[in-house]
């Protein structure tokens, strides 16, 4: 596959700016790797520092959405201050939700979802603004079984007009469901109906089940990209779950590392995304792993989710 036209995609680790775009998230242990500061400028910097160890790491994917803070000003601000990299990434961005929280940890609300023709709209918009230019994929952000973007044949077709102009266009998905999602849309995409070419979904060593559904994506010729590899720090040295740290142990490496591997490992992925916040944290990402003799420690998805939206933004 290609994005932008010609451009190859890039393969291997990505990194996610879902957790350094804005002050507060749901990883294990966010708001300590924050006491340094979380004005803009304190992001800003944090956000450009763990670009540039990426890059000089041979990262090129970077995921971002218009929901997560300034995390598409921040890379838009990084890529003007190197426009020699542009040619050599692949950027993602997601649009349908909003960013609410006004740059507090405590909100009550942090974004607000919305996958109308007229979000689309505008955020395509505040996207090109924001990054200098088009994102190479942009996926409809968090698609469920409940979202109308489906069956909304206005918003498909603008989709599809984005497509022929070169974006890979598709979807990231959330939720027990996200299978289901995934098969649903191939099927339209397989009538004509939906222009979708890419998708980003969860799978990690907890929460495994999309993998038949990302094994046709990517047979079907789709761009597979994997968020949560590591469970929102569950999968870290910050987790609980003992068989993936005693099997990091064994391997001579991080549970983190043993993480990402596992889904490096998996033949449906094209990029596996770190969300490291430090650039400690994306040099533990990045240190790789044996993938055998992974442990079994998959949870039932209902339990997992459920367990995910407990998660305190910190």
Avoid: C
């Amino acid at each position: 596959m290609t994005t932008q036209g010609t451009r190859p995609a890039a393969r291997g680790i990505g990194l996610g700016l879902a957790a350094l775009g804005r002050p507060g998230y749901l990883t294990l242990g966010h708001g300590d790797d924050f006491r340094d500061g979380v004005t803009v400028d304190d992001l800003r910097a944090r956000t450009h520092a763990v670009l540039d160890a990426a890059w000089a790491a041979g990262v090129r994917y970077v995921d971002a959405a218009r929901s997560y803070g300034l995390a598409e000003r921040f890379l838009g601000e990084w890529l003007a201050a190197h426009p020699g990299r542009r040619a050599e990434l692949t950027v993602g961005s997601k649009w349908g939700y909003t960013y609410t929280a006004g740059w507090r940890v405590d909100a009550d609300v942090h974004e607000v979802k919305d996958h109308s023709l007229e979000t689309f709209e505008r955020q395509w918009q505040e996207t090109l603004a924001a990054l200098g230019g088009p994102p190479d994929v942009y996926l409809v952000h968090s698609l469920t079984s409940d979202s109308p973007a489906l069956g909304d044949d206005r918003l498909l077709a603008a989709l599809a007009r984005l497509a022929r102009d070169g974006v890979a266009t598709g979807f990231s998905a959330s939720g027990p469901d996200q299978g289901a999602v995934i098969e649903r849309a191939l099927a339209l995409t397989a009538d004509g109906r939906a222009p979708f070419r890419a998708v980003q979904a969860t799978w990690n060593l907890l929460e495994p089940s999309a993998g038949p559904a990302l094994t046709r994506a990517h047979d079907a010729g789709w761009y597979v990209v994997v968020k949560e590899a590591v469970a929102n720090g569950r999968l870290t040295d910050r987790g609980d779950v003992t068989g993936v740290r005693a099997a990091a142990h064994a391997a001579g490496t991080s549970p983190d590392a043993l993480a990402l591997a596992a889904v490096l490992a998996q033949p449906f992925t094209d990029v596996a995304l770190s969300g490291a916040t430090s650039v400690d944290q994306l040099r533990s990402n990045l240190a790789g792993g044996a993938a055998d003799d992974l442990p079994d420690v998959a949870e039932d998805p209902e339990a997992y989710w459920a367990g995910r939206s407990a998660l305190t933004w910190t």
